[in-house]
């Protein structure tokens, strides 16, 4: 499908008036990019071959913020939340802790990681390969930076909003309904409803897939075609499916499960009198974790929503949209919160789950236990063996004295 780059002029601070690309996701300063590829735009360590021309590479703008955020806090983030996720997994799959709540955390925890991790190699290269301004990439590298960037992290995003609204709806029918939850929400079935989410994120954004990132122009950029069709559906449907639906019914959730936890008439009604206290406490606490992590998803993505939305009715109605550094810097900022409230999740774990906890703990004593054991045993087998070299040494020495005195 051929693409023209759609533009508007930008009246802010200069009189050159710059254009961008329309794109609610990446747009490019085109005042800064068009021009013939001059050498001066390479990094002196970028790998550059003098037998190859340079317009086999592309051009992606860098802002002075980027470089710094990416390389070292959006690295940082994503290895801590990756470690913590790490641990989550470990105590989930123990045999104790396997509740179909539980299973659903589980498949969020590796969710929330693959957002982040699968972003780390392009990002490294990208942002450490160019200068302050203009990083050249090839065909190769800007289609793996752009598909990791826009399409396989955006779809383990996705992963993870629709699990965390089946994960509320699934504590909101277990408070109204507790007898219900072992007949409706069988392991059987969350395993069936994590496969339908996972494949459905992925043709949600199968769109970039076909969409080539590194355009015959020489910018890696998703371009939009004028007029604005396929790519205006897909912004939509990304926009409906993605975000405002997933949030709206996440914090009508959230809402309802706040009333039902703490209405008194209507946990009355939820837990009856055949169901045990201790049992009645714990369902009450696995419900509040459930919040806690709804609350956190939705902190990023409602502003990041209602973002999006404005941007878009701006992109389909001809009206100016924010600069590349502007659109840029929110976009950084909505990345970073995100990480930060998927590693939180694992803090509420530690802080609000006490069998998490504790099979942590068990986890760690088992570990360092084994370990000490093993040092123990080397030790031993260390002194065993030089007490036979000894003996050996000494029994030799006895056996040349006495053929001495012998003879």
């Not at 076909?210 to 604005?228: L, M, N, V």
């Not at 055949?274 to 419900?287: G, P, V």
């Not at 590349?324 to 909505?334: A, G």
């Given at each position: 499908m051929a693409h023209t780059n759609n533009s508007y002029d930008n009246h802010e601070g200069s009189d050159m008036h710059p254009d961008y690309n329309i794109s609610w996701i990446n747009y490019s300063d085109k005042s800064e990019l068009n021009g013939s590829h001059n050498n001066h735009h390479l990094h002196p360590n970028s790998s550059y071959n003098n037998s190859d021309s340079l317009d086999d590479y592309y051009r992606y703008k860098l802002h002075h913020f980027e470089g710094k955020i990416y390389v070292y806090v959006w690295t940082l983030l994503v290895i801590l939340t990756s470690f913590g996720n790490l641990l989550i997994v470990a105590v989930f799959v123990r045999k104790r802790m396997r509740t179909t709540t539980n299973l659903v955390l589980l498949f969020i925890a590796i969710s929330d990681t693959l957002t982040g991790f699968v972003t780390l190699p392009t990002f490294i290269h990208v942002f450490t390969s160019g200068n302050l301004e203009m990083v050249n990439l090839n065909e190769g590298w800007c289609e793996a930076f752009m598909i990791s960037k826009f399409y396989i992290s955006k779809v383990f995003h996705t992963v993870s909003v629709w699990l965390t609204l089946f994960l509320g709806f699934q504590r909101f029918i277990c408070v109204l309904f507790p007898f219900k939850k072992q007949s409706w929400f069988t392991?059987?079935?969350?395993?069936?409803?994590?496969?339908?989410?996972?494949?459905?994120?992925?043709?949600?954004?199968?769109?970039?897939?076909?969409?080539?990132?590194?355009?015959?122009?020489?910018?890696?950029?998703?371009?939009?075609?004028?007029?604005?069709?396929?790519?205006?559906?897909?912004?939509?449907?990304?926009?409906?499916?993605?975000?405002?639906?997933?949030?709206?019914?996440?914090?009508?959730?959230?809402?309802?499960?706040?009333?039902?936890?703490?209405?008194?008439?209507?946990?009355?009604?939820?837990?009856?009198?055949?169901?045990?206290?201790?049992?009645?406490?714990?369902?009450?606490?696995?419900?509040?974790?459930?919040?806690?992590?709804?609350?956190?998803?939705?902190?990023?993505?409602?502003?990041?929503?209602?973002?999006?939305?404005?941007?878009?009715?701006?992109?389909?109605?001809?009206?100016?949209?924010?600069?590349?550094?502007?659109?840029?810097?929110?976009?950084?900022?909505?990345?970073?919160?995100?990480?930060?409230?998927?590693?939180?999740?694992?803090?509420v774990y530690i802080i609000m789950n006490r069998p998490f906890r504790d099979q942590l703990k068990f986890m760690f004593r088992n570990s360092i236990n084994k370990l000490l054991q093993k040092r123990v045993f080397v030790s031993i087998n260390t002194v065993s063996r030089e007490m036979n070299t000894s003996r050996y040494h000494s029994t030799k020495e006895t056996g040349v004295n006495e053929q001495s005195n012998f003879l």
């Open positions: 392991t059987r079935r969350t395993l069936i409803a994590v496969a339908i989410i996972t494949v459905c994120a992925f043709v949600i954004h199968s769109y970039h897939l076909s969409e080539r990132k590194a355009d015959k122009k020489g910018y890696c950029q998703w371009t939009i075609e004028d007029p604005c069709v396929e790519t205006c559906i897909f912004l939509w449907m990304t926009l409906l499916l993605v975000h405002i639906l997933p949030s709206l019914l996440l914090l009508l959730l959230t809402i309802l499960m706040i009333q039902t936890l703490f209405h008194p008439n209507i946990r009355k009604d939820s837990f009856s009198a055949e169901q045990n206290r201790e049992r009645a406490q714990q369902n009450m606490k696995a419900s509040i974790i459930v919040v806690c992590i709804a609350i956190i998803l939705l902190i990023p993505e409602i502003p990041y929503g209602i973002f999006i939305l404005v941007t878009v009715i701006k992109t389909q109605s001809g009206n100016d949209i924010l600069p590349l550094e502007t659109n840029r810097l929110f976009h950084i900022i909505h990345e970073i919160c995100l990480m930060i409230s998927f590693h939180a999740n694992f803090w």
